[in-house]
T-cell receptor, first 115, second 113 residues
Framework: NAGVMQNPRHLVRRRGQEARLRCSPMKGHSHVYWYRQLPEEGLKFMVYLQKENIIDESGMPKERFSAEFPKEGPSILRIQQVVRGDSAAYFC?????????????FGPGTRLTVT | AQTVTQSQPEMSVQEAETVTLSCTYD???????LFWYKQPPSRQMILVIRQEAYKQQNATENRFSVNFQKAAKSFSLKISDSQLGDAAMYFC??????????FGAGTQVVVTP
């Protein structure tokens, strides 16, 4: 059973470009969480999705950021018009079930660098 | 709302010795879980140990154990017989009812030969 996969592992974008980060959860997992880790800081929750639904996006910046988890395919975190402050490591974690579940498995992360 | 506080930015320990990392938390959830994650230089998040809040017995995983004090909202991690491979950033975290994790700022563990 493959683990959580994220791609790309490293992404470089110029200011103003769009960044698309992909997360393929573990087989059988229908719940995905995205976290952001700024340099020298801990991980911060961004969004929690189930298939085709956003459950909790309380950690998402109000502008430029969006996330989806379609019925087929990976979960996508999209950042429009990137700025230098978006440079960070973005992690996704998947879970086989939702509320009251503690089983979250992390991917290796995508390191986004904005030049 | 949840908060997790790790007050030790860095801890140093000699090989084979024991080190204890501190963590305090605050939550309004009645049912929650607590975790310690390890993040080596590869940045992969590795689950070290977890504790269900309703269990009074402290969790243990090989050389890793916790001291869970629910009333004090304290959740410390003890690493026994430290090894060079234990060197990493350690994060304390708690969940809410939706499973989302709230992390502390981390403690860097340095292991010296």
């Amino acid at each position: 059973n493959a683990g959580v996969m994220q791609n790309p592992r490293h992404l470089v974008r110029r200011r103003g470009q769009e960044a698309r980060l992909r997360c393929s959860p573990m087989k059988g997992h229908s719940h995905v969480y995205w976290y952001r880790q700024l340099p020298e800081e801990g991980l911060k929750f961004m969004v929690y999705l189930q298939k085709e639904n956003i459950i909790d996006e309380s950690g998402m910046p109000k502008e430029r950021f969006s996330a989806e988890f379609p019925k087929e395919g990976p979960s996508i975190l999209r950042i429009q018009q990137v700025v230098r402050g978006d440079s960070a490591a973005y992690f996704c974690a998947s879970s086989p079930r939702g509320p009251n579940s503690y089983e979250q498995y992390f991917g290796p992360g995508t390191r986004l660098t904005v030049t | 709302a949840q908060t997790v506080t790790q007050s030790q930015p860095e801890m140093s320990v000699q090989e084979a010795e024991t080190v204890t990392l501190s963590c305090t938390y605050d939550t309004s959830e009645s049912d929650y879980y607590l975790f310690w994650y390890k993040q080596p230089p590869s940045r992969q998040m590795i689950l070290v140990i977890r504790q269900e809040a309703y269990k009074q017995q402290n969790a243990t995983e090989n050389r890793f154990s916790v001291n869970f004090q629910k009333a004090a909202k304290s959740f410390s991690l003890k690493i026994s017989d430290s090894q060079l491979g234990d060197a990493a950033m350690y994060f304390c975290a708690s969940t809410d009812s939706w499973g989302k994790l709230q992390f502390g700022a981390g403690t860097q563990v340095v292991v010296t030969p």
